[in-house]
C-alpha cells in the first residue's frame, strides 16, 4: 500500500456517470464558497447579512452551476453582462 493517496473516492458504483462526477465537482466548489462565507461572516466585525454574490470567471457561463451555488449559499448571484 501507498504512504499517500492522491486520488480516493467514495460512493461509486457502476451506475456512476461523468454527469454524476461533474455535479459532485460542481458541488463541492459551491460547499467550499459557503464555507468561506460562513467564516468570513464569523470574523466580520459588524454582522451585515449580504443578500447576493457578485461572481465572475470561466464558470459563471454555466447557468447550472450558477444555479447550483445559488440553492447551496443561499443568495442571489450576480453575474457581470459581459462574461469570458
Known amino acids: 500500500m501507498t504512504d499517500s493517496l492522491s486520488n480516493f473516492r ?3 458504483s457502476s451506475y456512476t456517470t ?4 461533474a455535479r459532485a465537482t460542481l458541488e463541492a466548489s459551491a460547499y467550499h464558497t459557503r464555507a468561506i462565507l460562513e467564516s468570513m461572516q ?3 466585525k459588524h ?3 449580504a443578500k ?5 470567471g ?3 457561463n454555466g ?3 450558477m444555479q447550483i451555488l445559488a ?4 443568495m442571489d448571484i450576480l453575474r457581470p453582462k459581459m462574461r469570458e
Not at 447576493?52 to 465572475?56: F, L, P, Q, R, T
Request: hydrophobic share 50%.
Open 10 to 12: 467514495i460512493g461509486l
Open 18 to 21: 461523468p454527469a454524476h462526477i
Open 42 to 44: 464569523l470574523d466580520a
Open 47 to 49: 454582522q451585515a447579512e
Open 52 to 56: 447576493g454574490m457578485k461572481v465572475d
Open 58 to 60: 470561466g464558470m459563471t
Open 63 to 65: 447557468d447550472a452551476a
Open 71 to 74: 440553492d447551496i449559499v443561499g
